[in-house]
């Protein structure tokens, strides 16, 4: 099993910045995407940032470009995303997200980020 803990949500004011933190523990695998998605009220989960499975490229949904940064520290099993720049429709769950090659997808238990206007 994977264990996926996220931490680092809050609220901000339009403008402001945070940081998310999401720690893998567990099994290991040798190819896997991992990432980031996000669920506002009333919308359904979107993707917003993620290395490939190759761990060689990074996505960014539209909307997040030039304003969200993904990021990792493979020692210690985490990968990060900062946030700048923040707007009120950013306001969601953050999720982090594993997902091995061969089966098997991997939640965190997500973290609330709501961004005041």
């Known amino acids: 099993q994977v264990q996926l803990v996220e931490s680092g949500g809050g609220l901000v004011q339009a403008g402001g910045s945070l940081r998310l933190s999401c720690v893998a523990s567990g099994r290991t695998f040798r190819n896997y995407a991992m990432g980031w998605y996000r669920q506002a009220p009333g919308k359904e989960r979107e993707l917003v940032a993620r290395?490939?499975?190759?761990?060689?490229?990074?996505y960014y949904a539209d909307g997040v470009k030039g304003r969200f940064t993904i990021s990792r520290d493979n020692a210690k099993n985490t990968i990060y995303l900062q946030m700048n720049s923040l707007k009120p429709e950013d306001t969601a769950i953050y999720y982090c997200?594993?997902?091995?090659?061969?089966?098997?997808?991997?939640w965190g238990q997500g973290t609330q980020v709501t961004v005041s206007s």
């Open positions: 997200n594993l997902d091995p090659l061969g089966g098997g997808n991997y």
């Open positions: 290395y490939s499975r190759s761990g060689g490229s990074t």
